[in-house]
């Protein structure tokens, strides 16, 4: 029997709100980690703060599709 995807729910208002919270911060860190990478001289850590960048970024853009999704406003891409 084929599976019928289900029409995409509505999160409860609290868990936006948490997911705005953690939205917002991931974008900052993003910003804090971009000013450490400008500083840094050290090939290892520069690479290991582009890993970094890149997980977040990730991070990022699942937190804006959702937020997105749910009619919640999203921070910016940095």
Avoid: C, W
């Avoid at 939205?23 to 993003?30: D, T, W």
């Avoid at 050290?42 to 970094?52: Q, V």
């Avoid at 990022?60 to 999704?69: C, E, F, G, K, M």
Wanted: hydrophobic residues 45%.
């Amino acid at each position: 029997m084929a599976s019928v995807p289900l029409a995409p729910q509505s999160l409860p208002a609290p868990l936006l709100q948490a997911a705005a919270v953690h939205n917002r911060l991931v974008a900052a860190f993003i910003q804090l980690t971009r000013a450490e990478l400008a500083r840094q001289r050290d090939d290892y850590a520069r690479d290991s703060l582009n890993e970094l960048l890149d997980v977040l970024k990730a991070q990022l853009t699942a937190y804006d599709t959702r937020l997105a999704r749910s009619g919640h406003e999203a921070a910016n891409q940095p």
